[in-house]
């Protein structure tokens, strides 16, 4: 089974522009949830996704959204890109996230440099 | 709100040498706890889990006991490998459709 794909796998935009990152969990997965990880702040929640409806997200301004495809695949979005937003935006699915205790499974991520 | 603490790194050791890395966590209810791994240039994959009080999860010569009466999840190895190198994420879900977690502690193992 293949795992959780994300693309690009490396991006650099310039202050101002906008970027969608694209994930397509593991066949089967309805959940899909996003993390921004940086060295100064580690691993931070932006959102969950799970049957197409958002559940959850993290303490992140309005121009980070995202969405979830009829097919589990999901998009992140990030509009008016600040020096900040550079960081590895994780992806991961989860079998069912009804509750959320199962585990994730992660994708590689993709490395944004905002210039 | 619910959290995670974990030990700081980064952690140096010996080959064979032997592994612990403390968590704490704070939760309401009772949350499953995890450790993942997360190797050089690759996302985190789950290294070991536990659901309820007293479980004991291992994988790959790692252990954790859910010790509710301390709220803790500490992670320990035997004999740590030089493969072992790694950034390792203590971590709680509790059922608020996301996981919580711990800011990651940077391992190196020497040979």
């Known amino acids: 089974k293949a795992g959780v794909t994300q693309t690009p796998r490396y991006l650099i935009k310039t202050r101002g522009q906008q970027v969608t990152l694209s994930c397509s969990p593991i066949?089967?997965?309805?959940?899909v949830s996003w993390y921004q990880q940086t060295p100064g702040q580690g691993l931070q929640f932006l959102f969950e996704y799970f049957s197409e409806t958002q559940r959850n997200k993290g303490n992140f301004p309005g121009r980070f959204s995202g969405r979830q495809f009829s097919n589990s695949r999901s998009e992140m979005n990030v509009s008016t890109l600040e020096l900040g937003d550079s960081a590895l935006y994780l992806c991961a699915s989860s079998p069912q996230g009804l509750y959320e205790l199962d585990e994730q499974f992660f994708g590689p991520g993709t490395r944004l440099t905002v210039l | 709100g619910n959290s995670v603490t974990q030990m700081e790194g980064p952690v140096t050791l010996s080959e064979e040498a032997f592994l612990t890395i403390n968590c704490t966590y704070t939760a309401t209810g009772y949350p499953s706890l995890f450790w993942y791994v997360q190797y050089p240039g690759e996302g985190l994959q789950l290294l070991l889990k536990a659901t309820k009080a007293d479980d004991k999860g291992s994988n790959k010569g790692f252990e954790a006991t859910y010790r509710k009466e301390t709220t803790s999840f500490h992670l320990e190895k035997g004999s740590v490998q030089v493969s072992d190198s790694a950034v390792y994420f203590c971590a709680l879900s509790d059922r608020g459709f996301k996981t919580i977690f711990g800011a990651g502690t940077r391992l190196f193992v020497k040979a």
């Open positions: 066949s089967g997965h309805r959940s």
